[in-house]
Structures are given as C-alpha cells and as structure tokens.
C-alpha cells in the first residue's frame, strides 16, 4: 500500500501542484504542432477569448449575439450648436434584462471572458471532434476550431508536401471521393498523397484534367454525382481485406512502440513513480517480447526526448510501420479514479476499423490478465492517432492517482503482464474468427532462434 499522493506533477505547467488543483481527469494528447502554445479555460480573459467565442458562434455552439437594438430617437446625440434641445435619457434603475454576469454594469456581454457558458461550448465542441472534453482551449483545440470552419469550397486545394492542406474541407472531400469507391485511406481531413491519387482518378473518370486539384469545375462534378457505394463503409472494407491477406503469422510484422513521455517531460509524479520511467521500462519490456516473438519492433524515441506528437507519427510513417501501440498512465482529482482505456482514431466522418479491432483487443486482454478496471475503448482525433498511415492505438494503463493503480504499476511482475497482453493483442489480430482463443488464454511462443533475447 503506498501512501496518498501528495502532490502531482502538472503536464501544463511543469510544476508541482496540490492535487486538488488538476483542473483535468486525463492527460491530454501532446501538442498538435500549433503555434499557439496559450491555454484558455473558465474565468480567464484574454483576447483570444474573444476569438474562441467567435469560432463557436459561427459553428452554432453559442448563440448568436443579439444585435444592438436601434437607438431611440430620444437617446441620439445631437450635432453640437445646432438649436435643437437636446435629449435628455430617462433614468433607469434596473440593469437590462438578459445582462451576463461578470459585466462591470450588466449592461454590455464581455467577449474576451471565458464564462460558464463558453466553456459548455467548449466542452460541446471537443466531445464533437475526438478530443478530451476538459474545457481547455489548448493547441489541440485551437487547431481543431480552425480546421472546422474551413467548408469544401472556401479554397483551391491540391497535395502540398511541405505543407499539407489540412480542414473539415478536405475531410469533406475525402468522404465524397471515399463513397464514390475512390481510395482516399481514412476521411482524416488531410490531403495526402493518397486523396491527390483518388481526386485525379476521379477526374479521369469524368473526362477533366487529372492534376489532382480540387476547383471549381472538379467541385461542379462532385456535386452531379451521388453516393454510389452502398452496403457499408469502402474505406472499412480495404482495411480488413488487407489484415486478412496477411494472414496469421507475425514474422515481418513491424510494430511501433511510443513511451508517452520521456527526457524533460516526465509525466505523472506520485511519490517516488514517475510515469515517464515506468513507461520506459514497460516499452523496453514489450519491445523484446515481440522481438523474440518474430514482430520487428522500434521505439520511438530514447528516454531522453520527448518529441511531439506530429514528430512522432512522422517517425512511425518512416519505418513503415504495421502497427502503432502508444503507451501512457493516467491521473485524476479524485484518488478514487482508477482502470484502463484504450483509444483509436475515429469521429463523426470514420475511424480506423483495424485500430478499433487492436484497441478493443488490448483492452480486454489487459483486464482480463491484470485487475484493472475497465474503462472501455474510445474514438479520438489526437494528432499521433491521426496522422499515422497505420492502425494506431493509445492505452492509458491505470491512474497514478490511485493507490491500487499504482501499487500494480510500481510491479515489475506486472508490467511483464501488460507486456505479455498487448502482444498477445497483436497476435489475434492477425487471426481468422475461426483460430481466435478465447481472451486471456493466447501465449505468444519464443521464437527458438530468439530465446537468448
């Protein structure tokens, strides 16, 4: 039994803080690679405030503002000079109805405050678009109202290398191409290599030039044509017929490993557990067993750095890597928050279906050999989840926060545990439904030529 917490380090602010002043039940995913590096939340004021509340008026998540009623002719100013009385204002003794609180009179709304009901819209915005709904308007959010207010016309898009177009436009694009039959990969608001070869067949098909340009004349052919995919997702559909074709062996299979945190960035602090060095020995645990399984695994970064996350799925993309496992500990304002979850990319437009599969697969693995309660397997749009070609997952192994939590992860017997589950994970992954064990009972065997490993 290890003694309450007393103190938690803050992922924000890089400090020591009581723990009843972590305003957030989980981390939030790493930085987006936003400039904006400000963090917004309830009772600040700040201009970029007003900025947040503008781009949620015009996604319809506040109320438009009402506009200023027309100026009794009682209330106008005169010219000065002229012979004119001039007016004189009743007095009032009530402030006017429908005033906010926090105003200086309750008389004119402040745009730059974050009250009670922007940060309902903020929470209502990030639930919509895969994020954690804190109420903190971060690099993630910020990125996330920028991209939403982009519709599929408002500019000339095209595959740019150096700097992708990125927006609800593209992801608009993706879907209407995607449900057509055309191959874009996953509908993930990115024109990629991918969206530019399924755009110019697209124009192929319908006699335009194929310069992989989405304009005015591609825009005009997209609208005559219909959804002629039926009978399900096609995006979907590629993704399990690629799994299948692979067929059960792991040999070849290369297999990602990101520790969440790492170098200067160490994460949840609890006494003497740090979430940046369990997680580091839970990756170097799991990166040997699969190697002594067949799997080729990389890390992704040494203990060292901490790369953002942007950084990180590029690295993923570079080793062509099969699969992704993002490995985290969680932490929260109650010791009484505890238990596993794991997270795939997905939202409203698509998700990655095998990265379903692998999630829901570790995530019960890992309660089926540990005593972690289950906190299930969520869809999120974090940049690492998103910006990888493969099926990638994060699980976030139990709360710091939480004595029993953490007594388990302080085991090294037990993050051998965690190690033995996600492989086994990956193993059934690649299983037809008719070999598939029931969960708890697969043991990946040592390769005879590894067990030295």
């Known amino acids: 039994m290890i003694a309450p917490p007393l103190a938690i380090r803050s992922r924000r602010r890089g400090r020591d803080e009581p723990l009843a002043c972590v305003p957030v039940t989980r981390p939030r995913a790493g930085s987006s690679g936003n400039r904006r590096t400000k963090l917004l939340?309830?009772?600040?004021?700040?201009?970029?405030v007003a900025e947040v509340r503008a781009a949620l008026i015009?996604?319809?998540?506040?109320?438009?503002?009402?506009?200023?009623?027309?100026?009794?002719?009682a209330d106008r100013l005169r010219p000065v000079g002229t012979d004119l009385p001039q007016p004189t204002k009743p007095p009032t003794s009530e402030p006017p109805s429908g005033a906010r609180a926090g105003t200086a009179d309750g008389s004119t709304p402040d745009a730059t405050l974050f009250d009670?009901?922007?940060?309902?819209?903020?929470?209502?915005?990030?639930?919509?678009?895969?994020?954690?709904?804190?109420?903190?308007?971060?690099?993630?959010?910020?990125?996330?109202?920028?991209?939403?207010?982009?519709?599929?016309?408002?500019?000339?898009?095209?595959?740019?290398?150096?700097?992708?177009?990125?927006?609800?436009?593209?992801?608009?694009?993706?879907?209407?191409?995607?449900?057509?039959?055309?191959?874009?990969?996953?509908?993930?608001?990115?024109?990629?290599p991918r969206t530019e070869t399924a755009l110019k067949d697209f124009q192929y098909n319908r006699a335009l030039e194929p310069d992989g340009r989405c304009g005015p004349l591609t825009l005009r052919e997209l609208k005559k044509l219909e959804r002629t995919v039926v009978g399900g997702r096609p995006d979907?559909?590629?993704?399990?017929?690629?799994?299948?074709?692979?067929?059960?062996?792991?040999l070849g299979v290369v297999v990602a490993i990101d520790p969440g945190h790492g170098?200067?960035?160490?994460?949840?602090?609890?006494?003497?557990?740090?979430?940046?060095?369990?997680?580091?020995?839970?990756?170097?645990?799991?990166?040997?067993?699969?190697l002594a399984s067949?799997?080729?695994?990389?890390?992704?970064?040494?203990?060292?750095?901490?790369?953002?996350?942007?950084?990180?799925?590029?690295?993923?993309?570079?080793?062509?890597?099969?699969?992704?496992?993002?490995?985290?500990?969680?932490?929260?304002?109650?010791?009484?928050?505890?238990?596993?979850?794991?997270?795939?990319?997905?939202n409203a437009r698509?998700?990655?279906?095998?990265?379903?599969?692998?999630?829901?697969?570790?995530?019960?693995?890992?309660?089926?050999?540990?005593?972690?309660?289950d906190c299930r397997t969520h869809a999120k749009t974090w940049e690492l989840l998103r910006r990888t070609r493969m099926p990638a997952i994060r699980t976030d192994l139990g709360y710091l926060t939480n004595p029993h939590d953490a007594a388990a992860l302080?085991?090294?017997?037990?993050?051998?545990?965690?190690?033995?589950?996600?492989?086994?994970?990956?193993?059934?992954?690649?299983?037809?439904?008719?070999?598939?064990?029931?969960?708890?009972?697969?043991?990946?065997?040592?390769?005879?030529?590894?067990?030295?490993?």
């Open 41 to 48: 939340r309830l009772g600040d004021r700040d201009p970029s």
């Open 58 to 73: 015009s996604l319809s998540f506040l109320p438009a503002a009402p506009r200023q009623q027309e100026t009794p002719a």
């Open 116 to 192: 009670v009901s922007l940060d309902q819209a903020v929470r209502a915005f990030q639930q919509s678009r895969g994020l954690s709904a804190d109420g903190i308007v971060g690099p993630d959010t910020f990125r996330a109202l920028e991209e939403a207010r982009r519709k599929l016309g408002d500019r000339l898009l095209f595959h740019s290398i150096n700097h992708p177009f990125v927006g609800d436009d593209v992801a608009a694009l993706q879907e209407r191409l995607s449900n057509m039959g055309f191959d874009v990969g996953r509908t993930d608001g990115i024109f990629g």
């Open 236 to 250: 979907v559909l590629r993704e399990s017929v690629r799994l299948l074709q692979r067929g059960p062996s792991l």
């Open 263 to 290: 170098g200067a960035d160490s994460g949840v602090t609890v006494g003497d557990l740090c979430e940046r060095d369990l997680i580091a020995d839970l990756a170097s645990r799991l990166e040997a067993r699969l």
């Open 294 to 346: 067949g799997l080729e695994a990389y890390l992704l970064h040494g203990p060292h750095e901490s790369p953002e996350d942007v950084e990180r799925a590029h690295r993923a993309n570079e080793i062509g890597a099969d699969l992704l496992v993002s490995l985290h500990l969680d932490a929260g304002k109650s010791p009484q928050a505890q238990g596993v979850s794991s997270y795939y990319y997905g």
């Open 350 to 373: 698509g998700s990655s279906a095998v990265g379903e599969r692998l999630a829901t697969l570790v995530q019960k693995e890992l309660v089926s050999r540990t005593d972690l309660v």
């Open 410 to 453: 302080g085991s090294p017997e037990f993050r051998a545990t965690v190690a033995e589950a996600i492989l086994a994970a990956v193993q059934r992954l690649f299983l037809p439904p008719d070999l598939d064990p029931p969960t708890g009972q697969l043991r990946v065997p040592t390769l005879a030529s590894r067990k030295g490993l």
